[in-house]
Nanobody
Framework: QAQVVESGGGLVQPGGSLRLSCVASGSIFRLNAMGWYRQGPGKQRELVAQISASGMTNYVDSVKGRFTISRDNNKNMAYLQMNSLKPEDTAVYYC??????????????WGQGTQVTVSS
Protein backbone atom coordinates (compact mmCIF):
# COMPACT_ATOMS: atom_id res chain seq x y z
CA GLN A 1 0.00 0.00 0.00
CA ALA A 2 1.37 3.37 -0.99
CA GLN A 3 1.56 5.65 2.02
CA VAL A 4 2.71 9.19 2.67
CA VAL A 5 3.75 10.68 6.01
CA GLU A 6 4.39 14.38 6.58
CA SER A 7 6.66 16.09 9.06
CA GLY A 8 8.16 19.50 9.71
CA GLY A 9 5.23 21.59 10.85
CA GLY A 10 5.37 23.92 13.82
CA LEU A 11 5.03 27.45 15.11
CA VAL A 12 6.85 30.22 13.25
CA GLN A 13 6.76 34.00 13.34
CA PRO A 14 5.52 36.00 10.37
CA GLY A 15 8.28 36.33 7.81
CA GLY A 16 9.88 33.09 8.93
CA SER A 17 10.51 29.83 7.10
CA LEU A 18 9.65 26.18 7.47
CA ARG A 19 10.35 23.11 5.38
CA LEU A 20 7.80 20.34 5.26
CA SER A 21 8.88 16.83 4.35
CA CYS A 22 6.88 13.92 3.04
CA VAL A 23 8.18 10.36 2.88
CA ALA A 24 6.45 7.94 0.56
CA SER A 25 6.43 4.16 0.62
CA GLY A 26 4.94 1.40 -1.43
CA SER A 27 4.80 1.65 -5.21
CA ILE A 28 7.37 3.33 -7.45
CA PHE A 29 7.68 6.86 -6.08
CA ARG A 30 9.54 8.25 -9.09
CA LEU A 31 6.52 7.55 -11.29
CA ASN A 32 4.04 9.39 -9.06
CA ALA A 33 3.12 13.04 -9.01
CA MET A 34 3.22 14.58 -5.54
CA GLY A 35 1.65 17.62 -3.98
CA TRP A 36 0.75 19.63 -0.92
CA TYR A 37 -2.67 20.80 0.16
CA ARG A 38 -3.74 22.80 3.20
CA GLN A 39 -6.84 23.42 5.24
CA GLY A 40 -7.02 26.55 7.35
CA PRO A 41 -9.43 27.16 10.25
CA GLY A 42 -12.97 27.31 8.93
CA LYS A 43 -11.80 26.87 5.34
CA GLN A 44 -11.99 24.18 2.72
CA ARG A 45 -8.94 22.17 1.80
CA GLU A 46 -7.03 23.86 -1.02
CA LEU A 47 -4.21 22.98 -3.32
CA VAL A 48 -0.86 24.60 -2.47
CA ALA A 49 1.67 23.07 -4.87
CA GLN A 50 2.15 20.10 -7.17
CA ILE A 51 5.12 18.41 -8.81
CA SER A 52 4.92 15.84 -11.58
CA ALA A 53 7.14 12.80 -11.95
CA SER A 54 9.22 14.77 -14.46
CA GLY A 55 9.54 17.77 -12.16
CA MET A 56 6.91 20.08 -13.63
CA THR A 57 5.45 22.28 -10.89
CA ASN A 58 2.28 24.22 -10.22
CA TYR A 59 1.43 26.62 -7.39
CA VAL A 60 -1.62 28.39 -6.09
CA ASP A 61 -1.26 32.11 -6.73
CA SER A 62 -1.13 33.01 -3.04
CA VAL A 63 2.17 31.14 -2.49
CA LYS A 64 3.97 31.84 -5.77
CA GLY A 65 7.41 33.28 -5.12
CA ARG A 66 7.34 32.20 -1.47
CA PHE A 67 6.92 28.42 -1.52
CA THR A 68 8.94 25.84 -3.45
CA ILE A 69 7.99 22.22 -3.97
CA SER A 70 10.70 19.68 -4.73
CA ARG A 71 11.33 15.96 -4.71
CA ASP A 72 14.20 13.55 -4.19
CA ASN A 73 13.45 10.30 -5.98
CA ASN A 74 16.48 8.58 -4.44
CA LYS A 75 15.00 9.09 -0.99
CA ASN A 76 11.29 8.78 -1.84
CA MET A 77 10.84 12.28 -0.43
CA ALA A 78 8.87 15.37 -1.35
CA TYR A 79 9.42 18.76 0.24
CA LEU A 80 7.69 22.10 0.59
CA GLN A 81 10.01 24.98 1.41
CA MET A 82 7.94 27.84 2.80
CA ASN A 83 9.50 31.29 3.07
CA SER A 84 8.09 34.70 4.02
CA LEU A 85 5.31 33.01 5.91
CA LYS A 86 2.16 34.96 6.68
CA PRO A 87 -0.53 34.42 9.32
CA GLU A 88 -2.91 33.41 6.54
CA ASP A 89 -0.64 30.45 5.78
CA THR A 90 -1.72 28.92 9.08
CA ALA A 91 -3.27 25.55 8.29
CA VAL A 92 -2.93 21.82 8.46
CA TYR A 93 -0.76 20.84 5.52
CA TYR A 94 -1.32 17.52 3.78
CA CYS A 95 1.01 15.60 1.51
CA UNK A 96 -0.73 14.02 -1.46
CA UNK A 97 0.33 11.39 -3.97
CA UNK A 98 -1.11 10.58 -7.35
CA UNK A 99 -1.01 7.14 -8.92
CA UNK A 100 -0.06 8.76 -12.23
CA UNK A 101 3.00 10.70 -13.36
CA UNK A 102 1.01 13.91 -13.78
CA UNK A 103 -1.16 15.66 -11.21
CA UNK A 104 -4.49 15.39 -13.02
CA UNK A 105 -7.64 14.56 -11.10
CA UNK A 106 -7.61 13.87 -7.39
CA UNK A 107 -4.72 12.38 -5.45
CA UNK A 108 -4.91 8.69 -4.67
CA UNK A 109 -3.23 8.88 -1.28
CA TRP A 110 -3.16 11.40 1.55
CA GLY A 111 -1.06 11.91 4.61
CA GLN A 112 -2.51 12.66 8.00
CA GLY A 113 -1.40 16.28 7.99
CA THR A 114 1.02 18.49 9.88
CA GLN A 115 0.08 21.75 11.60
CA VAL A 116 1.72 24.99 10.54
CA THR A 117 0.98 28.03 12.68
CA VAL A 118 2.26 31.47 11.73
CA SER A 119 1.93 33.85 14.64
CA SER A 120 3.90 36.37 16.63
Amino acid sequence: QAQVVESGGGLVQPGGSLRLSCVASGSIFRLNAMGWYRQGPGKQRELVAQISASGMTNYVDSVKGRFTISRDNNKNMAYLQMNSLKPEDTAVYYCARWSAQYYSGSPAYWGQGTQVTVSS
